[in-house]
């Protein structure tokens, strides 16, 4: 276990240079960190036994990691489609995980809040974007709210919160895009949610594959 950790203590400490020359406004020092994060975590999960497309995920964040780096429109439409695979990617593996799912009212209510979320931001962003991003934003929204939802609904609240993070990250990027008021040091705050949400991702997914049988398990009492 120690080279999973090794790895692990690296992304960790590759997510505070970032973030730290992020709040310095070191343009190079956040390129130049960014570019390691997933493949750090990425190296962490494989050596901890993680299911391929769990790697394949991250592989192509960091893909879109990289084209994001560059401000021109081409780069961004290849970064959105590299994180979209990467999204197909943990879509097909929670699928394949099997646990127990939650209570069947827990669960209507969770897609009726992702389903919320998703057309509310849309329709607010619509009008804003550009218009030849405003169909493949829309596409691609629709694409990550199904990954954050079903990382809550199969996995349970640790990965769950993994896909709520990324999609408030993406959420930034795409507020950026449509010229809205924006926090200060906005990628401060999107590389923050971003790096939290993989590594969210890759525990919960690591730990359901050891207890597979052990999320949403309700406890029932029975009267003779």
């Given at each position: 276990m120690r080279a999973p950790r090794a790895l692990l203590a690296a992304f960790a400490l590759a997510v505070v240079l970032d973030l730290a020359c992020l709040a310095a406004g070191l343009h190079t020092g956040h390129a130049a960190a960014k570019v390691l994060l997933m493949p750090l975590l990425a190296a962490s999960a494989a050596r901890a036994g993680a299911p391929r497309l769990l790697v394949a995920a991250l592989l192509c964040g960091w893909g879109g990691?990289?084209?994001?780096?560059?401000?021109?429109?081409?780069?961004?439409?290849?970064?959105?489609?590299?994180?979209?695979?990467?999204?197909?990617?943990?879509?097909?593996?929670?699928?394949?995980?099997?646990?127990?799912?939650?209570?069947r009212a827990r669960a209507r209510l969770l897609a009726l809040a992702y389903a919320a979320a998703l057309v509310t931001l849309v329709l607010l962003l619509w009008p804003d974007l550009p218009a030849g991003l405003r169909v493949p934003v829309a596409g691609y929204s629709t694409l990550l709210t199904a990954m954050a939802y079903t990382a809550a609904g199969r996995l349970g609240p640790v990965a769950g919160f993994g896909g709520a993070l990324f999609m408030l990250s993406d959420t930034l990027i795409a507020t950026g895009v449509a010229d809205w008021p924006q926090l200060p040091r906005p990628d401060f705050w999107i590389m923050l949610t971003y790096a939290a949400a993989q590594f969210l991702l890759v525990r919960g997914t690591l730990d359901a594959r050891r207890a597979p049988a052990t999320a949403y398990r309700e406890v029932r009492s029975t009267t003779p």
């Open positions: 990691d990289v084209l994001l780096l560059s401000d021109a429109g081409p780069a961004f439409m290849a970064g959105m489609a590299s994180f979209a695979a990467g999204h197909v990617c943990y879509l097909v593996l929670f699928h394949r995980v099997r646990r127990q799912g939650p209570p």
